[in-house]
Structure formats: structure tokens, C-alpha cells
């Protein structure tokens, strides 16, 4: 029950408006016939599933609608903050593609 | 007036108002203002309980949520209410209340048998003695009879409840001196403020202590103009009878507001809701959610008349009630002497034992001018009496260690008090993931006052440790002043003269079990945890027994547990495993606070989410016209949708019979208009189309449709439905009616995060199509009725094209397309106007008899077609090989479909998959049950290799017999392709008890080569 | 064959036959705005060419920050997305909004949908009017400026709520409207519900005053 800023709508809203979209950042591969059944399988399967900072995606479901990127503690709730897909992937990659 | 009333001035209770109540049946009476407990004190009433596990009898403790024993079963039928604490039920007239304990009755209560031989009822008695899980149920039922609290109403509940969602700048909770004061330099600065408080007035302590002086006036008086200031402020609203019982994620209090529980039920307003549930936002949350004293831990300390200290004064100064006549008081601190001294002076006895030797001179000076019989370094090796106390024996306490260095005087008293010193309450500060700090001074778990200042919360008062009133008041001063300027503000520059006339405050004493020179175990119980009956003794047992952790120890014992937890009970249980461990408080901690704070009503927690509001009903548009028909619904999802039209004396299977046969042989007709619906536009259409679909859209032309299969990435298939070609870059595709949103959201997806630069844009048309789909051999004649400027002709309007024409006067778009395998036409208008479409086809179709049907002939229908429904033939594990739909996999597509690559995982390729057939019964009458397991023998003894199950089961009025479809390990390889029985194709359907015999053949049932939708 | 007649989604609560004029009875007044025009437009919001011709062929240009709405003309156009906007329009003038914009936007990177079967409005005036909302909906409308559309929950389904007025407007999608009327009337209970008769009222008949 914690509060999220839609980086479409401007605004902080509450978390029932969004629907959690799962860990960002998590590419199709460009040629999937290239892939092993083991690389494949991680493609599929295979999530940090931390207990820290996460970056991860919501979407706003009651209002724009639009998938965004929240870098958000799952220990604590604490959020970092939320950007757009394409500010989240500068902001993630600045800090080196990880946690 | 019962002789235990006493006319205090200063009292809450209005001696102008007398009510009357009933306890167990009998008939008192009480004022307005009175608690439940204050009045049935006020009339005596020592027992009124029985112990949990022993069946000792108990009496009132508190004065509020920490009652462990008085609960109450409020009222009767409908409007009956278990559990509540008497502590905390307002009295009115008319009140109707029992016990909730004592069995079978409150003078005889069996279990107390037990506690003859509670030696043989330790810790963890139920684990140790009901290993054997046989036995187990037969206990159950007279340990549940004899253990149980109140009962829950059998009546459904006549009362609504509602929730508001609130936003504010400071949530204030607690509305005593120090919550009152932040509330004040708040609302003077402007913001929005809500102050909280459970009681039904503001003022906390203040109310128990309404002489104390504060800036040179009463109270009773500061609190009077405080209160009246924050009324009058239009920022602040004030909110009694409200009890915050959570603090969420990023300072969201919940708090549940008390409406109508006080009033007699004749008098409660029928248009407003019980109780109402407040979620409120705040960018800052004061804690002043003051202290609860905690009882001394000593030999027979449950005994009814043996109360908290403060409970006595609250008694005697709130409500008007000297709970006895002689009063015997032990402390190990100062907060008990102003109350000591109050009694006194309201004609009490009273001896003040306190376990110090070292007492404050300045106190010690006011009680004794006030008739207090003060004793020094005494402690209660036990108090006596059964039903209620009627004296307690005191030892000699050495003065610094806490072991009993000689003997003391009998002490004969009809009430009796203890305060082992104050625990604040903490709770919300933790439920957020706080953790409260040990003040070794203080001898308290405390919230540090800056709190967690960075997310906005502070505390102010008793919650951090600030006992003493001028303290608590200066320190919330200064922290409201910090709270303020976080938020750009700034109070005036005095809050005005805050002192109180309190002498300084002397040490405390760390004492928490009052030694009794026995070893533990062997001398009277001394109950830490009234609620669960847990003595200090257990929690040597389980310290014994190995339980190290604070938390382990609690589910052991049960410490802490019940409908009070542990309010009065933790500190002391925490305390005492301390000194059997060997460990400081700190090291051994607490136990984990949890919502709720004391017990919130489902309810209230349900709220409007209650009745026709509970989920919401999604109807179609034609929705009036099935319920005119006499249409069954049934749910969908949300959806509710015709589940068959019965005519009069039919049942579900005559009716379905009925409509099956009309749209296999006539004409029938069905709302299909809650599939959902999905407009789709932009010059790369065609790509997305082909990249979330599994086959192939670049060539379908403007008015053709095509069947499609969406999977996952995992091969699997999650949707299908058809999907029509409007222009060239132009699509309308639906999807099943339960994955709409899951289907747009899955597209909106891919398309937001892989493939941002696909020209497409999608939009959901779900609601704006109201869908009739027309079904059956003479279909074509009723729309041909109503719509005239589509050419119908097989030759002009093929199979899986769609027209845009008119129907009924309305622009439509009709596809030819089939759920059901027959000639079949669905009619898309705009929704507004679906009703007068649906009775224009119905009034079309009278002389061909056109049948309405519902969900269930659609599914018959299609299962004798052998189409799947997504989520009923499939379950997240199925791909389109599975499904024997090779045909819908477009595997030439350059573009890696969503799911393709899976299709060569080892699992996906390998062999043993679950595949999708037909079976029919040996015995054709037999509808299996949906979920029977298909075996391969009929002998059914463990283990029998289960080869899959059925998935959907009908009695076929078309075929005169009943069919099934199944998903079967290696099934198709398993299919018999004329009907002979070789062996391979005969399985056995396990349900209910009995193995059918079944032959495995194709999903299709009716008109294999499909000549039928083509007519 | 009878006349095409139109059903409102909230046609079988009969609110017509209920409605009065607002008065000083109820705390709060509601009633369905019913068969206005809605047109679901989706673009790049970012896209001169888009905006342009947008706003061009709609006489009213396309609010383009986030959870605004313009209103001119009785047309009303609700910012939902950086991409999408939904139109509210009277009726009468659907299908030539619906003819100008496709036409405008042939060659523009967009879609145009009459979503006019997919919704109603409801409009929630009065008194507590605020407090009814507090009880539906998670937002803070005690925060909403006129001016501001915003999407967010209603009960368990969602609206695009804005203020108009001295009133609120909550357009629904066609499939909920029951439940969502239903929560309303629930919500709405502790302070006194009124029809509100919308053509006595300020309210003009295509529901978005000028």
C-alpha cells in the first residue's frame, strides 16, 4: 500500500491504481532460434528476486496505462525513484546495470 | 447509587443520566459516561470471567485495549458482537451483554477442574499431549466448547460499513496532552490536520487525572479550551471514538471510527454505516499514542478486584467508581501516587506498598497527608482470595536485588493495585518495520522522538519515553515545531505556559516478577499473560525446554497472543526470559507488532465490498432483454451472462436440450457481447499481429477474418479468437471474454517495451460492440429480415468473411464466423443500441423460432466441434501441438513469434505430453464429471499412473449421447480414427468412485469435415 | 420493425422518471449524462504533425499536459496518456468529428475509434459531494483543480474523473456502469442521494457546457 509517481501522469498515486509488471530490464533476445535451451531458459525464468533495491516495472492500469520503471527496496518499500522506460534504462544504466 | 459510586468532581459521568443494562440476564444500572466495565464495577461485579486454560476466575484489569479478561458477547441475533472488551463498550440503555467465558457456567467452569492438576497443563500442553492426530478430533469438540470465547453471530449483519480515503499533512494519533498540543501548533500553522483518538472524547490521561495543573489551570480546563481551539479551526478535524490500528507503507494510517456502537440500536441511524474505515495518506504522522501501565508479575495476581494502578484511578477520577473500599496499592514507581492519593481522599483505605526503599520525598509527603498508609521496600509474595481478593501477603525486598529477604505483613484489601512501571505503546511505530528502543532508565520500550523523522514520522509524549506530564508537553513542543518547518511552517513563538505542578520524578525500580522466596513453580501462579493463562513458570519451562528466541518463546507459551496482545503482558514476558536467559532486555527483544492494533470487524475491513457491491457485475447490453426472457445467469469472470432460458418446467438439461437442437437444426441466438474486443491501427498492424499471434496475418485481406492462437512465451497457449481484417491497416481482434484486459495489457507490453517502434496503436472496444450471434440452418433467413443491404448469399458472404451493412436501422458490422460449427452470423452494433438490435433479430426470427441460449448450449456446441476453450481444455500448459492445431503455428513467419522459440525446448518437443482428445463412454448415457483422472486400467489401487483428465463433459442432444474432452499423455497418437477398439484407444475415467471404461477419438464430435458452417 | 432507439448503460435504473431539481434535500446529486459521443484518439503526443492535425480538425487544440482536459465548442477532450485522448462530444456531432479526424490524420501515425457504446458519464454534484468520492475512490479529491482529468479506481473497477463546475464527471465504461452506479448509491447513503434533473439545470443537453 505505498505510493508511486506515474512519471506520464506527473503525479503520485496511490498503489492500487497500478498493476506490478515484473523485473525491468530483461531484453527479448534479438534471435531466439540463436539461443540454447539453457540461455533461453533464463530469458524465461530467471529473476534476481532480491532482497534490496529492484528495479522493476508497474503500470499505471487505472490512468495512462503506460508501462514505467521504479527502483524500489524490497525489504523496506523505500523507492528510489520512477522514470520513463527510456530515463529508467539511462538511469539503471548509470549506475552500472545492477543493483 | 451503588455504594461504589463516588460523586468526583471532574468525573465524565453524568450522575443526571442513570441507564440500565444487563449482564449475563440480570438487570444494573449505570450513567452515561460509564464504560461497560466502569458500571458493572460500580455494581460490584468482581468476576465476571474464566480463565482461558485453567478456569480461574477473572475480573476487570484495564481500562481499555489492554483488557485481557472482560470480554464481552454484546447484544443479541443479528446485531450480536463477540469479544468486545467491556473496557471499551460504551454503556447506553438498554445494553445487552454476556459472558463470553465460563463453562458451562461462569460459577462452575470445568476446566477449573484442570487447574487442580495444572501441573499437568504446562507450556505447550496441546503440542506435547495431541500427537496422536486420531485422537485429536475428539478433543477438539469439548476443548473447543469448554476454551471458546464468544460466539459469532448466525444472522447475516443488518449494518453497513464504509471507507473513506483520506489525504492529509499530519495525522495526529492519540488525542491526550501531548497529542492535543501537536494538534494545536498544526492546525495554528494551517495545515490539515486529523487528530485520532479511539476514547470518546479526546484527553487520554488528562480524563483519569483532571486536577493535575497545567499552566497555572485545572486539566480538566486546559484540555477544555484546547479541544474547543481545534473544533474551531476549519483545517483540522478531530475524530473520536477512531482507533488507528495500522500504520502502512509510506504513512498510511488505517483507523476504523466507531458511529454508532454507542448508541442503543433503536437509536442508531439507518443511513449511516456502523462503523467506517479511514485510509489516510499523510505527509507527516505524529505518534502520541501515550503509555499503558503494566501490572507487577506476583503469586495469585489474577484474582478478580486485582487491577493496574491506573485502571483504579481512571476508575475513581473518569468514571466515578472506587473499585473497593480498602485498596492496597504496589508500586516500583512514582506514576501510582497521585492516584494513591486521589482514593484516599475520596474516603478510600489505602496502603501504598512500594517495592523501593528509596522513595520521592515530595509524594511520599502529599499521600501521607491524604491518609496513604505508605510502606517501603515491600513486595506481594501473593494475594488471597478466589472469586475476588481479599488480601494479599507481603515479603521484605532486599533493597537492590529482587529476592526476599524477610517477611511481611498480611495486608487485608478488597482491590488491589499494581504498576510495574509504563509501556508505551509502540505498535504503529513498528508496524511499518520500526523497532522500538530499551530505555534502561526508563525501563520501557520506547520510540525515539525524533522517530523516523525522514519518512515523516515522529513521536511525541508517553510513546518515547516523556512520563511526566510537563516533559511530555515541552518535548512535543519542540519536536511539533521541527514536524512544522520539515513542511515550510513555523508555529507561533509560544505554545504558552506549559508547567505542571509534578514533583521531579525518582528511579524506578527494575522489578517486573515480584519475588515470592519460592523457586518458580513452586509457589502461587503468577500470570505474566492473562488472556492465554501464561505464568511466569512457563516461560521458565519453555527456557528450559530449549526456546531461545524471543518469538519462539511466544508461540510456546502463547505470551502475547489473543485479543489484547499482550499489552499489559509483553514488557513483563520479555523481562522474564531475559533473566532466564541471562541475556539484557535489548539482546532478547520483542516480539513482532502487527496490524491490527486491537481487533477491526471484517466489516468494517469489507466494507462497500459487501452485498451487490462486493465484485464488480459486468452486464451486456441486451442485459434486460434475457432478464425479461427468464434467463439463469451464471458468472463469467465479471461478467454475468446468460447461462440458459428455461421455459416453464424445464430444468438445466431440458433447456439446454432444447437450445441445442434449435441451433443445430432451426435457429437459436446468443449474446456474445462480452468477448473482448481490440481495435488495432498503423502501417505495421500486420507484424505485430504476427509476431503475438502464432500464425500468420500478412495476407489476410480487408473483410476476411482468421482464427487466431496468442501464447505465451512460453509456447503456451494463453488466448484465442478471430480476428477481422477491416483495412489494410486495420484490424478488429477478439479475444476470450475472461482475457481481455489480460490480452490488452499483454499487447500494450510487448508493444511499450520491445517494440516501441511498430506503427501501431491499440484501443479496447469491448464495451462500444454489442455482439448477437445469430446460429444455425436458418440463421441466413432472420437476418435476412432485418438487414437489407448486405448480399447474405453463401456465394457473396463465405465462411470467416464480415460485411459492414445495416441491421435493424443501425450501422453494423456482421462476420460470418462459428462457435458453434453451424451457419452462423454475429451482428456488432453500437452498444447503445444492442437491446433494440437483440428484439429486432427475435421479433425477425419468430417464425423460424429462434431460440435464445446461453453459456452452457454454447459450450455444449462447441464441444461437440471439439473447440477448446482457453482455461477450461487448457491450463498454461498446453502449446498448439498439444492441441492438435499445427495449423494455426505459421512456424514460416521470419519473425520469431512470441512463444516459437519454447516449441523446441526438450520438454515442449519431447514425447509424453498431455495432449487434447474425444472420449466417449462404453455407456453412452454416462456424463463424466469435468476433472475425472484417465487411467489406463480400471483397477484403480494406488499408485495408478494418472494419464490426464477430462476437461469438459456434455450430454450431446445432437449425437444422443454423452462426449467428453480430455487432455491424455500421448493422446493423439492414442486416437481411434474409426471407431474401432484396438486396445491402445481404451482408457478408464476415474470419478466419484467409479472407473468408466472410455474410448479415445477425435475432439470433434459433429460434422467432422465441417460442411455445415459453410451452408 | 420499430425505430433504433438507444439504451443508456444506466437505462434500467430509470433515472429519468427520479430526477428533481437540485435543491437543499440531498448531501449529494448524481445523475447519467447519456448517449454523448466518445471518440478514443491515439497519437504521439509529441508528433507536431499529430497535434496539428489534431487539433486543427477538432477546432479545440489537444491538452497536451499530463491530466488536463479543454472544453470548447461542447466538445471535451480528455488528456488520458502521452498517447491517447478520449473525445466527448454531443452526439449529433459524432460522425463528422469521427469523418475529420480520420481524414485529417490519413497519413499521420494515429488511430481514431467511436468508443460511444463503451461509456457514459455520471455527474456527482452537492455538498458532500467530495465525501462520496473520498468513499469510492483511493485519489485525494480534495486535491483535484479544475482543469485536471485524472484515471484512478472506483470501488474495484476504475474511472477518468474531472470537476466541472461546482460538480464532479466520471466517464465509465459501459460494462461497469451497474456496479459503479450501485457503489455510488451505497457511498452515498449516510448523506442523502438526489437525481439531479440535468435539463432544468446549468447542465446543457449534451452535458458539457460551453
Same mark, same amino acid.
Given at each position: 500500500m505505498f505510493v508511486l509517481f506515474c512519471p506520464h501522469c506527473g503525479e503520485k498515486r496511490e498503489e492500487e491504481e497500478f498493476g506490478y509488471g515484473g523485473e525491468a530490464?530483461?531484453?527479448?533476445?534479438?534471435?531466439? +532460434?540463436?539461443?540454447?535451451?539453457?540461455?533461453?531458459?533464463?530469458?524465461?525464468?530467471?529473476?534476481?528476486?532480491?532482497? *534490496?533495491?529492484?528495479?522493476?516495472?508497474?503500470?499505471?492500469?487505472?490512468?495512462?496505462?503506460?508501462?514505467?520503471?521504479?527502483?524500489?527496496?524490497?525489504?523496506?518499500?523505500?523507492?528510489? *525513484?520512477?522514470?520513463?522506460?527510456?530515463? *529508467?534504462?539511462?538511469?539503471?544504466?548509470? +549506475?552500472?546495470?545492477?543493483? | 447509587m451503588s455504594s461504589y459510586r463516588v460523586r468526583r468532581p471532574g468525573a465524565r459521568v453524568d450522575f443526571d443520566k442513570p441507564l440500565t443494562f444487563s449482564f449475563d440476564g440480570q438487570?444494573?444500572?449505570?450513567?452515561?459516561?460509564?464504560?461497560?466495565?466502569?458500571?458493572?464495577?460500580?455494581?460490584?461485579?468482581?468476576?465476571?470471567?474464566?480463565?482461558?486454560?485453567?478456569?480461574?476466575?477473572?475480573?476487570?484489569?484495564?481500562?481499555?485495549?489492554?483488557?485481557?479478561?472482560?470480554? /464481552?458477547?454484546? @447484544?443479541?441475533?443479528?446485531?450480536?458482537?463477540?469479544?468486545?472488551?467491556?473496557?471499551?463498550?460504551?454503556?447506553?440503555?438498554?445494553?445487552?451483554?454476556?459472558?463470553?467465558?465460563?463453562?458451562?457456567?461462569?460459577?462452575?467452569?470445568?476446566?477449573?477442574?484442570?487447574?487442580?492438576?495444572?501441573?499437568?497443563?504446562?507450556?505447550?500442553?496441546?503440542?506435547?499431549?495431541?500427537?496422536?492426530?486420531k485422537l485429536w478430533p475428539k478433543f477438539e469438540h469439548i476443548i473447543r466448547q469448554a476454551a471458546g470465547y464468544g460466539s459469532a453471530p448466525s444472522e447475516p449483519d443488518p449494518e453497513t460499513y464504509d471507507h473513506s480515503h483520506r489525504h492529509a499533512q499530519v495525522v495526529i494519533v492519540g488525542g491526550g496532552a501531548s497529542g492535543l498540543l501537536a494538534a494545536l501548533l498544526a492546525g495554528r500553522a494551517g495545515l490539515k490536520v486529523v487528530l485520532l483518538d479511539e476514547q470518546n472524547e479526546c484527553g487520554g490521561w488528562l480524563l483519569s487525572s483532571p486536577h493535575s495543573v497545567i499552566g497555572g489551570e485545572q486539566a480538566s480546563a486546559w484540555l477544555k479550551s484546547a479541544v474547543g481551539e481545534l473544533q474551531s479551526l476549519p483545517n483540522v478535524q478531530v475524530l473520536t471514538r477512531t482507533s488507528a490500528f495500522a500504520l502502512h507503507d509510506m504513512n498510511l494510517v488505517l483507523a476504523v471510527e466507531q458511529l454508532q456502537d454507542h448508541l442503543p440500536i433503536a437509536d442508531r441511524a439507518a443511513h449511516q454505516p456502523r462503523q467506517r474505515l479511514h485510509r489516510i495518506r499523510a505527509e507527516r504522522v505524529v505518534l502520541a499514542t501515550g503509555a499503558i501501565e503494566r501490572p507487577l508479575?506476583?503469586?495469585?495476581?489474577?484474582?478478580?478486584?486485582? /487491577?493496574?494502578?491506573?485502571?483504579?484511578?481512571?476508575?475513581?477520577?473518569?468514571?466515578?467508581?472506587?473499585?473497593?473500599?480498602?485498596?492496597?496499592?504496589?508500586?516500583?514507581?512514582?506514576?501510582?501516587?497521585?492516584?494513591?492519593?486521589?482514593?484516599?481522599?475520596?474516603?478510600c483505605e489505602v496502603v501504598l506498598a512500594d517495592t523501593r526503599t528509596r522513595i520521592n520525598p515530595a509524594w511520599e509527603k502529599r499521600v501521607r497527608a491524604a491518609g496513604v498508609d505508605v510502606r517501603t521496600g515491600f513486595g506481594i509474595a501473593y494475594a488471597r482470595g478466589r472469586r475476588a481478593v481479599t488480601g494479599a501477603q507481603l515479603v521484605k525486598l532486599d533493597a537492590q536485588r529482587n529476592v526476599v529477604v524477610g517477611s511481611g505483613p498480611s495486608i487485608d484489601c478488597d482491590a488491589l493495585g499494581s504498576s510495574g512501571g509504563l509501556s508505551p505503546t509502540v505498535h504503529l511505530y513498528c508496524h511499518d518495520g520500526g523497532r522500538p528502543h530499551w530505555d534502561e532508565e526508563r525501563l520501557a520500550f520506547v520510540v525515539p522522538e525524533?522517530?523516523?523523522?525522514?519518512?515523516?514520522?515522529?513521536?511525541?509524549?508517553?510513546?518515547?519515553?516523556?512520563?511526566?506530564?510537563?516533559?511530555?508537553?515541552?518535548q512535543t513542543e519542540r519536536i511539533t515545531r521541527e514536524l512544522l518547518s520539515s513542511l515550510g511552517k513555523s508555529a507561533p513563538?509560544?505554545?504558552?505556559?506549559?508547567?505542571?505542578?509534578?514533583?521531579?520524578?525518582?528511579?524506578?525500580?527494575?522489578?517486573?516478577?515480584?519475588?515470592?522466596?519460592?523457586? @518458580?513453580?513452586?509457589?502461587?501462579?503468577?500470570?505474566?499473560?492473562?488472556?492465554?493463562?501464561?505464568?511466569?513458570?512457563?516461560?521458565?519451562?519453555?527456557?528450559?525446554?530449549?526456546?531461545?528466541?524471543? =518469538?519462539?518463546?511466544?508461540?510456546?507459551?502463547?505470551?502475547?497472543?489473543?485479543?489484547?496482545?499482550?499489552?499489559?503482558?509483553?514488557?513483563?514476558?520479555?523481562?522474564?526470559?531475559?533473566?532466564?536467559?541471562?541475556?539484557?532486555?535489548?539482546?532478547?527483544?520483542?516480539?513482532?507488532?502487527?496490524?491490527?492494533?486491537?481487533?477491526?470487524?471484517?466489516?468494517?475491513?469489507?466494507?462497500?465490498?459487501?452485498?451487490?457491491?462486493?465484485?464488480?457485475?459486468?452486464?451486456?447490453?441486451?442485459?434486460?432483454?434475457?432478464?425479461?426472457?427468464?434467463?439463469?445467469?451464471?458468472?463469467?469472470?465479471?461478467?454475468?451472462?446468460?447461462?440458459?432460458?428455461?421455459?416453464?418446467?424445464?430444468?438445466?438439461?431440458?433447456?439446454v436440450r432444447r437450445e441445442c437442437l434449435a441451433a443445430r437444426r432451426g435457429v437459436g441466438i446468443m449474446d456474445a457481447s462480452t468477448l473482448g474486443k481490440i481495435d488495432l491501427r498503423g502501417k505495421d498492424v500486420r507484424e505485430f499481429l504476427n509476431r503475438v499471434y502464432a500464425n500468420a496475418w500478412t495476407q489476410l485481406a480487408p473483410g476476411k477474418c482468421r482464427y487466431g492462437l496468442m501464447l505465451d512465451e512460453n509456447g503456451m497457449v494463453m488466448d484465442d479468437g478471430v480476428t477481422a481484417c477491416v483495412a489494410d491497416n486495420h484490424f478488429l481482434m477478439t479475444t476470450t471474454t475472461g482475457g481481455a484486459a489480460r490480452v490488452m495489457t499483454w499487447l500494450e507490453k510487448w508493444h511499450q517495451t520491445e517494440w516501441p517502434d511498430l506503427d501501431v496503436y491499440m484501443t479496447s472496444v469491448t464495451d462500444h460492440w454489442a455482439t448477437a450471434a445469430v446460429v444455425g440452418p436458418k440463421s441466413r433467413q432472420v437476418l435476412a429480415k432485418i438487414c437489407s443491404d448486405i448480399d447474405l448469399s453463401p456465394s457473396a458472404f463465405k465462411f470467416m468473411d464480415w460485411r459492414e451493412g445495416t441491421v435493424a436501422g443501425v450501422p453494423a458490422r456482421v462476420f460470418r464466423i462459428s462457435f458453434s460449427g453451424e451457419l452462423a452470423f454475429e451482428v456488432n452494433v453500437d452498444a447503445n443500441y444492442g437491446h433494440h438490435v437483440w428484439e429486432a433479430l427475435m421479433d425477425g426470427g419468430r417464425e423460424f423460432d429462434i431460440t435464445p441460449y446461453g453459456t452452457e448450449t454454447m459450450h455444449v456446441l462447441r464441444a461437440e466441434k471439439g473447440f477448446i476453450i482457453v482455461g477450461q481444455d487448457t491450463d498454461g500448459s498446453m502449446t498448439p501441438l498439444d492441441l492438435d492445431m499445427a495449423w494455426a503455428v505459421g512456424m514460416k513467419k521470419p519473425f520469431s513469434?512470441?512463444?516459437?522459440?519454447?516449441?523446441?525446448?526438450?520438454?515442449?518437443?519431447?514425447?509424453?505430453?498431455?495432449?487434447?482428445?474425444?472420449?466417449?463412454?462404453?455407456?453412452?448415457?454416462?456424463?463424466?464429471? =469435468?476433472?475425472?483422472?484417465?487411467? =489406463?486400467?480400471?483397477?484403480?489401487?494406488?499408485?495408478?499412473?494418472?494419464?490426464?483428465?477430462?476437461?469438459?463433459?456434455?450430454y450431446s442432444p445432437e449425437l444422443g449421447r454423452s462426449i467428453a474432452l480430455a487432455v491424455v499423455r500421448d493422446g493423439i497418437a492414442r486416437r481411434s480414427e474409426d471407431g474401432h477398439k484396438s486396445g491402445r484407444d481404451l482408457l478408464y475415467a476415474y470419478a466419484g468412485g467409479k472407473a468408466h471404461k472410455v474410448t479415445v477419438v477425435s475432439p470433434v464430435f459433429v460434422d467432422p469435415k465441417g460442411d455445415r458452417q459453410n451452408v | 420493425m420499430s425505430e433504433p432507439t438507444m439504451r443508456s448503460p444506466l437505462h434500467s435504473f430509470g433515472l429519468e422518471e427520479q430526477a428533481k431539481p437540485i435543491d437543499g434535500s440531498c448531501g449529494v446529486w448524481a445523475n447519467e449524462i447519456p448517449h454523448l459521443g466518445y471518440i478514443s484518439l491515439r497519437g504521439n503526443g509529441t508528433d507536431p504533425a499529430f497535434v496539428t492535425a489534431a487539433s486543427t480538425s477538432l477546432g479545440v487544440s489537444l491538452p497536451l499536459r499530463p491530466c488536463t482536459f479543454a472544453s470548447s465548442n461542447g466538445i471535451t477532450i480528455l488528456w488520458l496518456s502521452p498517447d491517447e485522448w478520449m473525445i466527448v462530444c454531443p452526439r449529433a456531432q459524432l460522425s463528422a468529428l469521427l469523418g475529420s479526424l480520420r481524414h485529417a490524420l490519413t497519413d499521420v501515425r494515429s488511430q481514431v475509434v467511436d468508443n460511444s457504446g463503451?461509456?457514459?458519464?455520471?455527474?456527482?454534484?452537492?455538498?458532500?459531494?467530495?465525501?462520496?468520492?473520498?468513499?469510492?475512490?483511493?485519489?485525494?479529491?480534495?486535491?483535484?483543480?479544475?482543469?485536471?482529468?485524472?484515471?484512478?479506481?472506483?470501488?474495484?473497477?476504475?474511472?477518468?474523473?474531472?470537476?466541472?463546475?461546482?460538480?464532479?464527471?466520471?466517464?465509465?465504461?459501459?460494462?461497469f456502469a451497474d456496479y459503479i452506479w450501485r457503489y455510488l448509491v451505497r457511498a452515498a447513503v449516510p448523506y442523502g442521494l438526489g437525481i439531479a434533473d440535468l435539463a432544468g439545470s446549468r447542465v446543457t443537453e449534451e452535458g458539457v457546457p460551453a
Open positions: 530490464f530483461i531484453p527479448r533476445p534479438a534471435t531466439p +532460434e540463436a539461443l540454447d535451451d539453457e540461455a533461453w531458459g533464463d530469458y524465461l525464468f530467471m529473476r534476481k528476486n532480491p532482497k *534490496g533495491w529492484h528495479w522493476e516495472m508497474w503500470s499505471h492500469n487505472t490512468g495512462c496505462r503506460k508501462f514505467f520503471v521504479v527502483k524500489r527496496n524490497t525489504a523496506t518499500n523505500a523507492i528510489a *525513484g520512477s522514470w520513463t522506460l527510456a530515463e *529508467g534504462r539511462k538511469a539503471y544504466d548509470a +549506475e552500472g546495470g545492477s543493483t | 438487570a444494573y444500572d449505570g450513567f452515561a459516561g460509564d464504560t461497560l466495565a466502569s458500571a458493572l464495577l460500580a455494581n460490584g461485579t468482581r468476576m465476571l470471567a474464566r480463565s482461558f486454560k485453567y478456569g480461574r476466575p477473572r475480573g476487570i484489569i484495564g481500562t481499555g485495549p489492554e483488557e485481557p479478561n472482560a470480554l /464481552m458477547q454484546i @447484544e443479541t441475533g443479528a446485531h450480536t458482537i463477540p469479544n468486545l472488551k467491556a473496557t471499551q463498550v460504551e454503556l447506553y440503555d438498554g445494553l445487552v451483554a454476556r459472558r463470553t467465558t465460563g463453562w458451562p457456567t461462569l460459577e462452575f467452569d470445568l476446566k477449573s477442574l484442570g487447574g487442580l492438576f495444572s501441573r499437568f497443563m504446562p507450556a505447550g500442553f496441546y503440542y506435547k499431549t495431541f500427537q496422536n492426530q508479575v506476583f503469586g495469585n495476581n489474577d484474582v478478580p478486584g486485582i /487491577m493496574t494502578a491506573s485502571a483504579l484511578t481512571t476508575y475513581l477520577n473518569r468514571y466515578g467508581v472506587a473499585v473497593g473500599k480498602r485498596i492496597l496499592l504496589q508500586t516500583s514507581n512514582d506514576h501510582v501516587y497521585q492516584g494513591a492519593a486521589d482514593l484516599a481522599r475520596a474516603g525524533a522517530g523516523r523523522a525522514k519518512s515523516g514520522i515522529y513521536g511525541v509524549g508517553a510513546v518515547t519515553g516523556e512520563f511526566g506530564l510537563q516533559n511530555a508537553l515541552e513563538t509560544s505554545s504558552g505556559n506549559l508547567k505542571t505542578d509534578e514533583p521531579d520524578a525518582t528511579p524506578a525500580r527494575r522489578i517486573f516478577r515480584v519475588p515470592d522466596g519460592r523457586a @518458580e513453580g513452586h509457589g502461587k501462579k503468577a500470570f505474566v499473560d492473562f488472556q492465554n493463562d501464561v505464568s511466569a513458570a512457563d516461560i521458565h519451562l519453555a527456557v528450559r525446554e530449549n526456546y531461545r528466541s524471543i =518469538e519462539h518463546i511466544k508461540r510456546y507459551t502463547a505470551l502475547g497472543f489473543g485479543t489484547d496482545q499482550g499489552k499489559l503482558s509483553n514488557v513483563n514476558g520479555f523481562a522474564i526470559a531475559a533473566d532466564v536467559l541471562g541475556k539484557s532486555i535489548p539482546e532478547v527483544g520483542t516480539t513482532t507488532y502487527r496490524p491490527a492494533y486491537s481487533p477491526v470487524t471484517f466489516g468494517t475491513l469489507a466494507g462497500a465490498h459487501a452485498g451487490d457491491t462486493f465484485e464488480p457485475r459486468r452486464y451486456s447490453p441486451m442485459q434486460a432483454a434475457h432478464v425479461a426472457r427468464g434467463a439463469e445467469f451464471e458468472p463469467v469472470g465479471q461478467w454475468l451472462r446468460p447461462w440458459y432460458f428455461p421455459q416453464t418446467g424445464e430444468d438445466l438439461h431440458a433447456a513469434f512470441i512463444g516459437k522459440r519454447s516449441f523446441a525446448r526438450s520438454d515442449t518437443a519431447g514425447p509424453n505430453r498431455k495432449q487434447l482428445v474425444g472420449l466417449l463412454t462404453d455407456d453412452p448415457q454416462i456424463v463424466l464429471a =469435468e476433472g475425472a483422472q484417465v487411467i =489406463e486400467r480400471a483397477d484403480v489401487t494406488p499408485p495408478a499412473a494418472m494419464l490426464g483428465h477430462v476437461t469438459s463433459s456434455y | 463503451g461509456y457514459t458519464q455520471v455527474i456527482i454534484e452537492g455538498p458532500n459531494a467530495l465525501d462520496v468520492l473520498q468513499h469510492v475512490s483511493v485519489y485525494d479529491f480534495a486535491g483535484l483543480e479544475p482543469g485536471r482529468v485524472v484515471g484512478t479506481t472506483f470501488g474495484k473497477s476504475s474511472v477518468y474523473a474531472f470537476r466541472q463546475g461546482e460538480g464532479y464527471r466520471v466517464v465509465i465504461r459501459r460494462s
